[in-house]
């Protein structure tokens, strides 16, 4: 039941429904429903299998599990890009009384604190949050198994503490902030934490024989910003949208590109994954994708983006386990870089560039190693290496005449043009690296100096010559 896809082939068309179809036939999942957006748009909505007697469109709610943490990440990256808090801040610092209180906010949502996986009690998925109605009811007596930034341990009550954070930061519950600052600007209006009509059940699948057992729909209290919501595939589409490119009404595109960077460190064993900022991060085919997994009893759920295609693919279904959803999605997504590669937007001029920034723009040299530097749109500046190890970067206006670096090795470093007693520009420094005109210019402060004799070309037993 195809609800839109008329920018894509008919083969490719095809290719998705038999992806989905086979997935949903293979794991046993009651239904199925995946989107494909492209270049901020949806481009195909498909669901298998039935919801209350027919197939799934992109209005059919299921439960996300822990996409859910994707939304609470925005919420505190909103509060931290408003000023409210540090992403090095300790958590007691604003929200006192936990037992985690020194671990940091930025630990918090990479999942570097060291917290537990679980709280302590009943699986807290299959009961009624009001078995632990404090916030340390969802910590214990021994919150912190792993020191903190030791390595990456998948924390829920993590999440929940950051929950929280939003909850004291803002006075208000953190479902309504999620709704006011992020869902409505996004037209998410699907995605709750309760389910409304259309909307699946959650069901177990017998592992040895086609049969079904509902699985419990609670509310898990404290424990929902780890993995409360519902939502459905044309909801998830716009979330996908905005992984993919940021929106100025919810976050920052710059602060997106810091969500989808690597926080934490993977595990030796799982060298093609890691976790962002509350984002999850996979390498598959050499295919760089970004998004998150959900899964509550009854339900599996992903979102995966990839950024160099401008694609975003949803999978969602009703099923405990068995249904490969990352998989799938990851599917998607190759599925359509493959049979129709993106195509670029024509290159057009800036619109207005400072002439300033225009002085700067040209190469650069860190030594001897060349670099490219160029004004970019909105006053940021692109530094690229012009040789395999070159440390490139994205530089984004300070206000001060100067520009913050935001990836790579450069990432939170500061670059100032600086000038000599005539007003010229000297050279650039960028976090201790001076970057001049011409390799290592004698006329700059290049660090240790420069030989007086300037370059040469060994004689006969000079150190180096052959």
């Known amino acids: 039941m195809s609800a839109t896809g008329t920018d894509l082939l008919a083969e490719t068309r095809r290719a998705l429904r038999h992806r989905l179809a086979t997935g949903q036939v293979q794991g046993r999942a009651p239904s199925a429903v995946a989107a494909v957006v492209r270049d901020g748009c949806p481009v195909w909505v498909e669901g298998w299998g039935s919801v209350d007697g027919r197939p799934p469109d992109g209005d059919v709610q299921y439960r996300i599990g822990s996409i859910t943490k994707t939304f609470v990440a925005l919420l505190v990256l909103r509060l931290r890009d408003e000023g409210r808090l540090a992403l090095t801040d300790p958590l007691a610092e604003h929200l006192p009384g936990t037992s985690a209180g020194q671990a940091t906010i930025g630990a918090l949502l990479a999942h570097t604190a060291g917290l537990r996986a ?8 299959r009961t009624p949050g009001d078995l632990r109605p404090e916030l340390a009811d969802v910590l214990g007596a021994e919150p912190q198994p792993h020191p903190a930034g030791g390595r990456h341990h998948y924390s829920n009550p993590g999440y929940a503490l950051l929950g ?20 409505d600007p996004l037209g998410m209006t699907r995605t709750a934490l309760v389910p409304a009509a259309p909307h699946a059940t959650g069901w177990a699948v017998h592992p040895w024989a086609d049969v079904l057992l509902p699985e419990p729909d609670v509310d898990t209290g404290r424990m929902a910003p780890a993995g409360q919501l519902w939502s459905t595939a044309a909801d998830l589409a716009r979330l996908a949208v905005l992984l993919l490119d940021g929106d100025e009404r919810v976050l920052h595109p710059d602060t997106v590109a810091e969500m989808r960077t690597p926080s934490s460190p993977p595990e030796a064993a799982t060298l093609d994954s890691g ?5 999850q991060i996979l390498r598959r085919d050499g295919r760089l994708l970004v998004g998150h997994t959900g899964s509550l009893p009854g339900f599996l759920a992903t979102v995966w ?38 195509i670029p937007a024509p290159w057009r001029p800036l619109p207005v560039v400072d002439p300033d920034l225009l002085d700067l723009a040209g190469p650069w040299y860190w030594g001897p190693a060349p670099y490219l530097l160029r004004p970019v749109a909105d006053g940021f500046l692109d530094l690229t290496g012009l040789r395999a190890v070159g440390r490139g970067t994205r530089l984004r206006p300070a206000g001060d005449g100067s520009w913050i670096g935001l990836n790579g090795y450069f990432a939170g470093e500061r670059l100032r043009v600086v000038r000599d007693a005539a007003g010229a520009v000297s050279h650039l420094d ?3 690296f001076v970057f001049t005109r011409r390799p290592y210019d004698p006329a700059a402060a290049v660090p240790g100096g420069v030989d007086p004799d300037g370059w040469r070309v060994p ?6 010559a052959q």
Do not use: H, I, Q
């Open 118 to 125: 679980d709280p302590p009690g009943p699986w807290w998925e």
């Open 164 to 183: 929280a954070l939003v909850e004291r930061l803002r006075g208000e519950p953190w479902g309504e902030v999620l709704r006011r600052e992020v869902l």
């Open 275 to 279: 976790y962002g900022l509350g984002t």
């Open 305 to 342: 983006v990839s950024e160099e295609d401008g694609l975003g693919a949803v999978v969602l279904g009703n099923v405990t386990a068995g249904l490969p959803v990352s998989t799938m999605a990851a599917d998607l997504v190759a599925t359509v870089a493959e049979r129709e590669p993106r």
């Open 430 to 432: 960028l976090g201790t």
């Open 459 to 464: 004689g006969p037993g000079a150190a180096g």
